[in-house]
């Protein structure tokens, strides 16, 4: 989920409108951690499912691996819960809810949006939306909920109110975005009026907020996200134009009142430079997965805990790999009669296998860093789609096995055994279907190798 409306303005507005900040820049710069330090406390995980549910196996890994690396301050991230208010009749309501992951060690920034109306489980409250934890119980119960749903600590919050927006928007400005269609609506009660016509569109302040506000559509909450990630991401370009430099002091000026934070100026510095440290494609921004639903007559935005899980433990790709991956490439493109095709597969039967699988996850049981990548670029290339590749539970396995949901379709077996001839696994007993898996899944033991070099072939 990209996110937030106005996530880019917080870290500039942050650095700058803290007292003293710049002249803390060479304590910056000559400290060894890009990042500031987590804290050691945090909420206690009270429950993530409902009674009757129970977690995958890779539910279980996923989680158990974000706790495992964002526990104690040795870890390279830092989380940061960064909340959009609007005043409705009086009071505050959380009317955008993001995650933003900061990752020294692999360099990148991960931002997770959720849709305010999620449901999920309130601690002391039983389930509801999520944006009604602020209303019982403010930024507390707010961060408690997450820590709750995602098994991930919390370190520092923002809170931004939107009253400030659309002068903001001014001062930058204002922004040119393509506006997929018309968006309308009139709220005459409260005073609401949404008029914006389809195709290029240059907005200013007040036609912004309503850019990022609208939700009546089909989509409803989930279109305004999308809407909400495609504004950050040309606010945040715009914001690091040169042109922006000088008015930096009027949208301090303009915002100071709005901001409330636990973040020290230091920290909050630290973050600054990070981000705007990262090329844009060491930025991702995601929404929680899901779909639309209801619950006693009340509709709610159903989150998948087991995708959203595994969105939230996988990291970017290493940021020194990416041109030792284009030159694998190439190579594998240019020198294709190097290669032995030891699958005694032709290309019709590949495609025939091809066909029964669709996608498949990739698991680490046998430890080497980077198998699963390697895995995982084979059978992209092959046209089988790999949406997810991590750790197994553990990296004793001996030989390569197949996991695949229990069904009544016959096609989800068939699935795996077509997966199993395409990776030449003959024994019956290493294709089974398990309860714990999510979807059809591509465990890689020690024998590794021999898998590699059967299906290596494949790409030519």
């Known amino acids: 989920m990209k996110m937030l409306k106005i996530l880019g303005i917080i ?44 977690p995958s196996a890779d539910t279980e890994l996923a989680v158990g691996e974000a706790q495992k690396q964002d526990s104690g301050t040795s870890r390279g991230t830092v989380n940061v819960l960064v909340v959009g208010l609007d005043n409705v009749e009086g009071g505050s309501r959380t009317d955008a809810i993001a995650l933003a992951i900061f990752d020294s060690e692999n360099p990148g920034l991960r931002i997770a949006s959720i849709p305010r109306d999620s449901r999920v489980y309130i601690p002391g409250r039983s389930w509801d939306k999520i944006n009604h934890a602020y209303v019982y119980g403010g930024i507390k119960l707010l961060r408690e909920t997450l820590v709750n749903l995602t098994g991930m600590p919390i370190d520092y919050f923002v809170k931004v109110n939107y009253k400030s927006f659309p002068r903001i928007v001014d001062i930058v400005g204002g922004v040119d975005i393509y506006v997929e269609k018309r968006l309308h609506y009139n709220d005459y009660s409260g005073k609401l009026f949404i008029n914006i016509p389809a195709g290029n569109q240059h907005l200013d302040g007040k036609t912004a907020l309503n850019y990022v506000r609208f939700r009546h559509d089909p989509l409803g909450d989930i279109g305004r996200v999308q809407r909400q990630q495609k504004f950050i991401d040309t606010m945040m370009k715009k914001l690091k134009t040169p042109t922006i430099i000088t008015r930096i002091p009027a949208i301090v000026n303009e915002l100071f009142d709005s901001i409330d934070t636990d973040l020290a100026p230091l920290e909050a510095l630290k973050l600054v430079q990070f981000a705007n440290s990262l090329p844009p494609d060491r930025i991702k921004m995601f929404m929680a997965p899901g779909r639309s639903g209801s619950y006693k007559n009340i509709s709610y935005w159903i989150l998948d805990n087991n995708a959203f899980s595994l969105q939230l433990a996988a990291k970017l790709p290493p940021a020194d790999s990416f041109v030792m991956e284009a030159t694998e490439s190439v190579e594998l493109d240019l020198n294709p009669a190097a290669k032995t095709d030891t699958s005694g597969l032709d290309s019709r039967k590949v495609a025939e296998l091809r066909d029964q699988i669709m996608s498949i996850r990739i698991l680490n049981g046998d430890g080497e860093k980077g198998i699963g990548r390697r895995a995982a670029q084979i059978f992209q290339r092959i046209g089988i789609e790999v949406p997810y590749t991590g750790n197994a539970r553990h990296y004793d396995y001996r ?25 030449g696994i003959k024994n019956e007993r290493l294709v089974q279907p398990d309860k714990r898996a999510a979807s059809l899944t591509l465990i890689i033991g020690h024998d590794k190798e021999e898998l590699f070099r059967r299906l290596e072939p494949l790409n030519s």
């Open 11 to 54: 870290f500039m507005v942050i650095a700058s409108a803290v007292g003293g900040a710049a002249l803390r820049l060479m304590e910056l710069l000559n400290d060894p951690n890009p990042l500031p330090t987590p804290k050691p406390s945090q909420p206690t995980i009270t429950q993530t499912l409902k009674p009757s549910e129970t």
């Open 399 to 423: 030989a390569s096995s197949i996991i695949y949901p229990p069904s009544d379709d016959e096609s989800v077996r068939q699935g795996a055994l077509a997966l199993a001839e395409l990776c």
